[in-house]
């Protein structure tokens, strides 16, 4: 079998271990509207321990071992010409270039809130970003948690952690958060968040601000339309799930009424057998789990049958999230099953875990140190 050229628009966690499995078999060209990975993972660290979040959470693509037969373009995905098997990419000095393949992979994921974003960025425009959303939290006496998913209950708890003297609340619409986890999860979080002087808000409904003022740190008052009168606080941190799919660049025939990418059970998209759809931007289900339940491997997988005319694999959704909610805490990790029950790292594994699963078991090995070159382009070297 000949080597395909496959391209991948979008490095961002998903798309870099799809990367990494197809770099063994075809030719690869990423594109990427950051300098390196910049996870949208552990929102809660990422605002109140940056510097602990960088270190697993932000890499330079020149230290994933890898991608070192990669191909990488620091750029914008702006058209699709599914007939001519093109994508057009605007780079950060304002040219345009027209990327041809053989297979796409569309991997770009969502907006969501200010920490998730295609904004083609610099390393020192990333660096902005994260220094100033931290020193906003750090400054303010109270602080307002709106959302009831994994992401609210990571702010609230990371921040209370962080800084004990801070009033943290944390508004969510339902009588539990955590609605799409096991009942028990949402008892094991209720309590740790009630040990760490979070003052919990159930059957809060809020008014989200105009425009996008949602994907940004705000300040109150938060009006609510389940009738409580507005909430004041210094910084408000909305992790209400709004997101939106970064889909502008697709044509519209393979989008569904949400923008998201239509795909197949195989993840092959609809009606076009030479592209494919994986992560947040894929609608598989109506959460999109394809990001965190191994779909990269099944897409790989799928690639390799459809070079060789063999059939491919359905992709099956979990029927409730699972895994992480609060990240990494003073005592360690505590990761649920499906099933609900939780289980404890002790924070002196945490390195290791890191380490061996994550960095040599999941992604195949990361560097250092990272190696920059001068171009917007970045190919990384063999170690």
Known sequence: MTRPRVLIVGLGDTGILTGIGLARFADVTGIT????????????????????????????????????????????????????????????????DDEPYELLVIATGVTNGFWRHPTVQSDAEVDADLAAAHQRVADAGTVAVIGG???????????????PAKDVHLYFPGERALPEHHSRVW???????????????????????????????????????????????????????????????????????????????????????????????AATDRLRTSARNQGHKLLVRNIRSAMAGSPLRAYR??????????????????????????????????????????RRGIYGGVRTAPKRSGSGERTASSA
């Open 33 to 96: 509207a950051k300098p390196g990975l910049v996870s949208g993972q552990e929102l809660g660290m990422r605002l109140a321990r940056p510097q602990e979040w960088m270190r697993d959470h932000r890499i330079a693509y020149d230290r994933f071992r890898g991608l070192d037969r990669m191909r990488i373009v620091h750029g914008s995905a702006v058209a699709i010409d599914t007939s001519a098997r093109t994508v057009r990419v605007h780079h950060p000095d304002g040219s345009t």
């Open 187 to 281: 008892r094991r979080i209720e309590a740790r968040l009630t040990g760490l002087g979070v003052t919990l808000h159930p059957g809060h409904r809020a008014i989200p601000p105009p425009g996008d003022e949602a994907r940004q740190l705000t300040s109150g008052p938060v009006g609510w339309s389940t009738g409580q009168p507005p909430t004041a606080a210094d910084v408000v941190v909305w992790a209400i799930g709004r997101v939106r799919p970064n889909t502008a660049w697709v044509p519209p025939d393979i989008l569904d009424d949400r923008g998201f990418v239509r795909v197949l059970p195989t993840l092959r998209v609809e009606g076009h057998d030479d592209i494919f759809a994986v992560g947040d931007v």
């Open 149 to 163: 998913g994994a992401a609210a209950m990571s702010c609230a708890a990371q921040v209370s952690e962080r800084w």
């Open 317 to 358: 959704p979990p029927r409730r999230r699972w895994g992480s909610v609060l990240g990494v805490q003073h005592d360690g990790l505590l990761v649920f099953a499906p099933n609900g029950r939780g289980f404890r790292f002790p924070r002196w594994t945490i390195g290791s875990l890191q380490r061996y699963i994550v």
